[in-house]
């Protein structure tokens, strides 16, 4: 039975990784709607994952959401000389364990790594973003963020993020409008990969992205699919951790 169910997911992590041109695709067995156990498992497979990749000396930069917390839980120490954790954007309307900085700082500690914070309210209005980001403390570790060598994340369903987020009623409307699928950075996608609404964050852009080589997503469970696919059709991660249940939803659509 262990054998088929590896097999099985052998196949999948080949059959994805062509769909969506990945560099790796890691799956694992179950469905994280149903089982907290799996997405426990996404964490643990994340975790040895970026074992594999870290060197002395890299920056890390980790986005919120329950996943990310879980690869949080699953960390040990990395085993590596200065290691340095930072969030990849601030504070949010969200509850403190979910959000970027707890995570973060969580992590360093488990990976007995260094880390820096990100003391700015997300979202910001344009007006306190373009004096926030001279700060000089701001400045700093928004540098670090950017060139960042390694970054994870989660990828969220557009509605659901939108809601746990409090986000406001007008912006709310347009995602939907849009049909959002997606998010993930703050970024909305529709399911064609275009970005519908953009939450202005000091911290991690899209084009950021561009730059590092390991960027790494995690996000499983059949709810997740189409979140999965629309931000792939043009995200900029190389590596997809996901579970069973996402891939086969993901094969099919
Ligand atoms: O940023 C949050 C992620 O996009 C998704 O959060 O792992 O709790 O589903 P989650």
Same mark, same amino acid.
Do not use: W
């Given at each position: 039975?262990?054998?088929?169910?590896?097999?099985?997911?052998?196949?999948?992590?080949?059959?994805?990784?062509?769909?969506?041109?990945?560099?790796?695709?890691?799956?694992?067995?179950?469905?994280?709607?149903? *089982?907290?156990?799996?997405?426990?498992?996404?964490?643990?497979?994340?975790?040895?994952?970026?074992?594999?990749?870290?060197?002395?000396?890299?920056?890390?930069?980790?986005?919120?959401?329950?996943?990310?917390?879980?690869?949080? *839980?699953?960390?040990?120490?990395?085993?590596?000389?200065?290691?340095? $954790?930072?969030?990849?954007?601030?504070?949010?309307?969200?509850?403190?364990?979910? =959000?970027?900085?707890?995570?973060?700082?969580?992590?360093?500690?488990?990976?007995?790594?260094?880390?820096?914070?990100?003391?700015?309210?997300?979202?910001?209005?344009?007006?306190?973003? =373009?004096?926030?980001?001279?700060?000089?403390?701001?400045?700093?570790?928004?540098?670090?963020?950017? @060139?960042?060598?390694?970054?994870?994340?989660?990828?969220?369903?557009?509605?659901?993020?939108?809601?746990?987020?409090?986000?406001?009623?007008? =912006?709310?409307?347009?995602?939907? *409008?849009?049909?959002?699928?997606?998010?993930? $950075?703050?970024?909305?996608?529709?399911?064609?990969? @275009?970005?519908?609404?953009?939450?202005?964050?000091?911290?991690?852009?899209? *084009?950021?992205?561009?730059?590092?080589?390991?960027?790494?997503?995690?996000?499983?469970?059949?709810?997740?699919?189409?979140?999965?696919?629309?931000? $792939?059709?043009?995200?900029?991660? @190389?590596?997809?951790?996901?579970?069973?249940?996402?891939?086969?939803?993901?094969?099919?659509?």
């Amino acid at each position: 039975q262990l054998m088929r169910e590896i097999s099985g997911v052998k196949v999948l992590e080949h059959q994805v990784k062509e769909k969506l041109q990945l560099d790796k695709v890691i799956v694992v067995p179950g469905n994280s709607d149903k *089982e907290r156990r799996v997405k426990q498992e996404l964490g643990k497979a994340c975790v040895s994952y970026l074992k594999d990749v870290i060197k002395d000396h890299m920056t890390i930069a980790v986005t919120g959401g329950s996943t990310m917390s879980l690869v949080a *839980e699953s960390m040990t120490p990395l085993n590596k000389k200065d290691c340095l $954790f930072v969030p990849s954007r601030g504070g949010l309307g969200e509850q403190v364990e979910n =959000q970027a900085n707890t995570i973060c700082a969580q992590m360093a500690k488990r990976a007995q790594g260094e880390y820096r914070l990100l003391y700015v309210p997300d979202p910001i209005s344009e007006k306190a973003y =373009q004096s926030i980001i001279e700060e000089p403390a701001v400045k700093e570790i928004s540098n670090e963020i950017q @060139n960042a060598d390694i970054v994870l994340h989660g990828i969220g369903d557009a509605i659901t993020m939108a809601n746990r987020r409090k986000t406001p009623k007008s =912006q709310l409307e347009k995602i939907k *409008e849009a049909d959002g699928a997606g998010e993930a $950075f703050g970024y909305y996608f529709d399911k064609s990969g @275009n970005i519908v609404h953009k939450v202005r964050t000091v911290g991690l852009q899209m *084009e950021d992205l561009q730059k590092i080589n390991q960027v790494i997503a995690v996000a499983g469970g059949t709810s997740k699919a189409d979140a999965i696919e629309s931000y $792939f059709k043009q995200g900029q991660s @190389n590596v997809l951790i996901t579970d069973e249940a996402a891939a086969e939803k993901l094969l099919k659509g």
